[in-house]
C-alpha cells in the first residue's frame, strides 16, 4: 500500500487568527481560575506590539511563561472544560488560504498534521475541528489528583518542529514525496526545510528573509485578498 503523503502545518497565526495560548489564558484569568494580576506579566510586551513598537512572538512567549507559572495545582478537567469553550467560539476564526488549504489537502488524501506551541489541551481540539489527523503541542502533566504539576512532557521534541515531523512521519508510516508545509515564523523553518512544497505564510521578517533566499512559496493574507509571491 502507498504511503499518504504528509502536509504539515503550524496552528498560531497560520491557520488560527490569533494565539490558541494567549485566547485560552485570557479566559482562565476572566474566569478567575488565574489571578487577574497575571496580566501584569505580558501587559507591557502586548502594548508594544500593538503600538507596532514590539514583536508579537515576544507577546507570546510571555503569555505562555504566564500560563506555565500559574497551571500548577489547578485542576486539568477545569482548565480542559474552559479549553472547550474557546474552540466552540473560536474555532471559525481561521485564515481562508490556510483553511481551503486544509479542505483540499484532505480530500486529496494527505495526512494533516498540526504542531503548535500552544497547550495541547487547548490544540488538539482546534486541530480536530479543523479536520487535522494528529496534533503535537506542549503537554503539561498531571498528578494522580487531576491537577497539573506544572512540568511539560518532551519540551525539547516540541520546541524543535522537524524533529516532530520526523517523528510523525516514521511513526504514522507517511512519506515526505508530495509533502506540504505551511508556517508563518522562524520557529518554522526546520519543518519547512523537510517538505517538498514549504509555504511562508504571513511569514514574520525573519521568516520572510530565508522563504524569499530559498525561492519558497510566500502568502500573505490581507482582509479579503490573498498575495501569493
Known sequence: ??????????IDGTLFRSS??????????????????SRAWYESERAEWLDRKGDYGAYV???????RKQIKGISFQTVAD?????I??????????????????????????AISHSPKLIADGFGYEAGFDKVYGFFFTSGPSGNFTGDV????????????????????GLTLDRSVGVGDTESDIGM??????????????????????????????????????
Do not use: C
Open 61 to 67: 512567549e510571555k503569555v505562555i511563561e504566564v500560563f
Open 192 to 229: 519547512l526545510e523537510m517538505v517538498e512544497t514549504p509555504i511562508a505564510f504571513n511569514p514574520n521578517s525573519a521568516l520572510y528573509a530565508h522563504a524569499k533566499r530559498r525561492g519558497w512559496n510566500i502568502v500573505v493574507e490581507r482582509k479579503d485578498v490573498i498575495y501569493e509571491f
Open 1 to 10: 500500500m502507498a504511503k499518504r503523503p504528509v502536509a504539515v502545518f503550524d
Open 88 to 113: 466552540e467560539e473560536k474555532k471559525d476564526r481561521v485564515y481562508r488560504y490556510t483553511r481551503d488549504l486544509v479542505r483540499d489537502l484532505k480530500k486529496e488524501g494527505y495526512f494533516l498534521l
Open 153 to 172: 512532557e518532551d519540551e525539547e521534541l516540541i520546541l524543535n518542529k522537524s524533529a516532530v515531523l520526523t517523528r510523525a512521519v516514521r511513526k504514522e
Open 20 to 37: 490558541l495560548a494567549l485566547d485560552l489564558v485570557e479566559r482562565l484569568v476572566e474566569k478567575g481560575i488565574f489571578p487577574q494580576e
Open 82 to 86: 474552559i479549553a472547550g469553550e474557546v
